[in-house]
């Protein structure tokens, strides 16, 4: 596992993306997990995304870049990436008080993640 970042706790819980950038953001996590999406897991602050490989031997790279990404406008969330043989596991950890941006990330990916 590869902690990519700490939850801030002393960060606003604010997302800085700009409104433009929106689009292409939900498109490079579609990129991401669409058609390999293999399971969505929340348990209290962690929301966890597991993405099979289907032969992308760059997965954790990509996994990693979306994460750096995501913290440069939720400086407030942490990332770690876990890596097996057959699948990535991407987990954003929330601190208190941000629990709908959880629910609002956990949207996206499922929505994402049935994309055919």
Same mark, same amino acid.
């Given at each position: 596992m590869?902690v990519?970042?700490?939850? =801030?706790?002393? /960060?606003?819980?604010?997302?800085?993306l700009?409104?433009?950038?929106?689009?292409?953001?939900?498109?490079?996590?579609?990129a991401?997990?669409?058609?390999?999406?293999? /399971?969505v897991?929340?348990?209290?602050?962690?929301?966890?995304m597991?993405?099979g490989?289907?032969? =992308?031997?760059?997965?954790? &790279?990509?996994? /990693?870049?979306?994460?750096?990404?995501?913290?440069g406008?939720?400086?407030?969330?942490?990332?770690?990436?876990?890596?097996?043989?057959? &699948?990535?596991?991407l987990?954003?950890?929330?601190? =208190?008080g941000?629990?709908?941006?959880? =629910?609002?990330i956990?949207?996206?990916?499922?929505?994402?993640?049935?994309?055919?």
């Open positions: 590869t990519l970042s700490q939850v =801030d706790p002393s /960060a606003e819980i604010a997302c800085t700009p409104v433009r950038e929106g689009g292409e953001r939900l498109k490079a996590l579609g991401l997990v669409a058609h390999r999406l293999e /399971a897991s929340r348990n209290g602050d962690r929301l966890r597991r993405i490989r289907a032969g =992308d031997a760059g997965l954790e &790279a990509k996994a /990693a870049a979306l994460a750096e990404e995501e913290k406008c939720c400086a407030f969330l942490g990332f770690t990436v876990e890596s097996e043989r057959d &699948a990535v596991t987990e954003i950890v929330a601190p =208190d941000a629990a709908a941006t959880l =629910d609002g956990e949207w996206m990916v499922r929505a994402a993640g049935r994309e055919r």
